[in-house]
């Protein structure tokens, strides 16, 4: 995730999005021909959403894993032999 990612990110969103909407016509379509109503499909629908609310939810970075992500930037930015990047105009 991140702004480095945000192509990637919208491409697979979008990709799930469409798929979703023709699964979902097939979905809906297939519980009104078995039950006569739409209802077992909202509940479906609705039971799902509620799921990937949960799972979103839960999908939260460790605090260990953010903090040695930054301490590893950290120690890159600090090592190597005092040279800070190329000098303009010297």
């Not at 990612?5 to 021909?33: C, D, E, Q």
């Not at 799902?48 to 260990?64: F, Q, V």
């Not at 930054?70 to 032999?81: F, L």
């Amino acid at each position: 995730f991140g702004a480095k990612n945000l192509g990637a990110n919208y491409g697979w969103v979008f990709t799930a999005y469409g798929i979703a909407g023709v699964v979902g016509i097939a979905a809906g379509n297939a519980a009104k021909t078995m039950t006569g109503s739409y209802a077992a499909a909202f509940i479906v629908a609705g039971c799902l959403c509620l799921l990937s609310a949960g799972l979103a939810i839960g999908l939260k970075t460790s605090p260990r894993n953010s903090t040695d992500r930054h301490r590893k930037h950290s120690e890159i930015q600090n090592s190597g032999d005092g040279h800070q990047g190329a000098e303009v105009g010297g």
